[in-house]
Nanobody
Framework: QLQLVESGGGSVQPGGSLRLSCAASGFNFEYFHISWFRQAPGKEREGVSCITSNGAFTKYAESVKGRFTISRDNVKKTVYLQMDNLSVEDTAVYYC?????????????????????WGQGTQVTVSS
């Protein structure tokens, strides 16, 4: 009943764009911060971008800053990750996660504290 469903992944050429969606159901979405993580083969899972429960603050990994944009629609219970100017280094499985809003903002995208729900992941492949 409580779930996050991701969509929007796929294959693109370098320089292309994708928009990922994370749709929530079965819980009070507006009570949660949302984090996007990614994991590439042979690498640790890393925080990509995060947004607070009210959408007032956002955070980005240095590697994606200026290229990715996170947003949320609490009426639609959906978080989006717009990814522009993609490079091969962005190839990974992307996961969204719902983080309890009592979790300090400072740790969002830094560690996985406070995560109550995970999405199933969606594959993003950037290649020529």
């Amino acid at each position: 009943q409580l779930q996050l469903v991701e969509s929007g992944g796929g294959s693109v050429q370098p320089g292309g764009s994708l928009r990922l969606s994370c749709a929530a159901s079965g819980f009070n979405f507006e009570y949660f911060h949302i984090s996007w993580f990614r994991q590439a083969p042979g690498k640790e899972r890393e925080g990509v971008s995060c947004i607070t429960s009210n959408g007032a603050f956002t955070k980005y990994a240095e590697s994606v800053k200026g290229r990715f944009t996170i947003s949320r629609d609490n009426v639609k219970k959906t978080v989006y990750l717009q990814m522009d100017n993609l490079s091969v280094e962005d190839t990974a499985v992307y996961y969204c996660a719902a983080v309890d809003r009592v979790t300090p903002i400072q740790v969002l995208c830094v560690n996985e504290w406070g995560i109550d729900h995970w999405g199933q992941g969606t594959q993003v492949t950037v290649s020529s």
